[in-house]
């Protein structure tokens, strides 16, 4: 796809070409950087949503802060960065900003005196209304890349609306959507990482428009 294009690029939707043949040509083929991307951010928000569904105790959810700041902050950038490079729009927008997103989950982490809980629900929606309108730009690249943004709209707002009233089962089960929401990311990642390496299709991306 040319840079000026919006949408979804081939590797997007489809397997990669071989990349030890392209060097054998005397082409390069740059790696899609969408996989890192998706990896990255699929773990930090399922070790979050393990907090925030309260499966496991509030006291360890330190560990959440080195996961934002190095694989899903800066590892999820630098994806977003070379997605610029390939002339992916979506892809760029989306990486880059989710990048940011963690790193300044981890600043915000930091901040003293901490963030109010109607603070924290205004920073929430703000990314909730953002991942809804990306929503909107998904359905024209795959269906697990929708998949993902539907449900990660929806962990936002209701773990908006729970910080805004200190609704502690309202937030719970935002913890349950951003567990599913890592679990479709990890399942995108996956398949575009297995699709390229077989040179096939091995699992489906489901593409919506081509």
């Known amino acids: 796809m040319e840079a000026h294009q919006m949408g979804a690029r081939e590797a997007d939707v489809a397997p990669a070409p071989d990349a030890v043949a392209g060097r054998s040509a005397g082409v390069w083929t740059p790696a899609n950087p969408a996989p890192l991307g998706l990896a990255g951010f699929a773990t930090t928000t399922f070790v979050l ?15 959440v802060l080195g996961l934002a700041l190095a694989y899903g902050g800066i590892a999820q950038l ?5 997605e610029f490079r390939t002339g992916n729009t979506f892809g760029a927008v989306a990486f880059s900003s989710y990048g940011a997103f963690w790193i300044s989950y981890y600043f915000l ?5 901490a ?23 998904s359905l024209r690249t795959t269906g697990a890349v929708a998949l993902v943004f539907a ?15 200190d609704h502690i089962n309202i937030t719970k089960v935002g913890g349950w959507v951003g567990i599913a929401t890592a679990i479709a990311a ?16 091995v699992l489906p991306l489901v ?4």
């Open 186 to 201: 990890w399942y995108a990642s996956f398949a575009q990482v297995i699709n390229s390496t077989f040179g096939r299709t």
């Open 49 to 63: 949503s393990i907090f925030n569904a309260h499966l496991v105790g509030s006291t360890g959810s330190g560990v």
């Open 109 to 113: 982490a930091h901040t003293t005196p």
């Open 115 to 137: 963030p109010s809980a109607k603070g924290a629900a205004v920073y929430l929606y703000a990314w909730g209304i953002f991942t809804a309108y990306m929503f909107v730009a």
């Open 151 to 165: 449900l990660l709209a929806a962990t936002f707002f209701l773990l908006a609306i729970g910080a805004a009233g």
């Open 207 to 210: 593409p919506l428009s081509r």
């Open 78 to 82: 630098l994806a977003g960065m070379w």
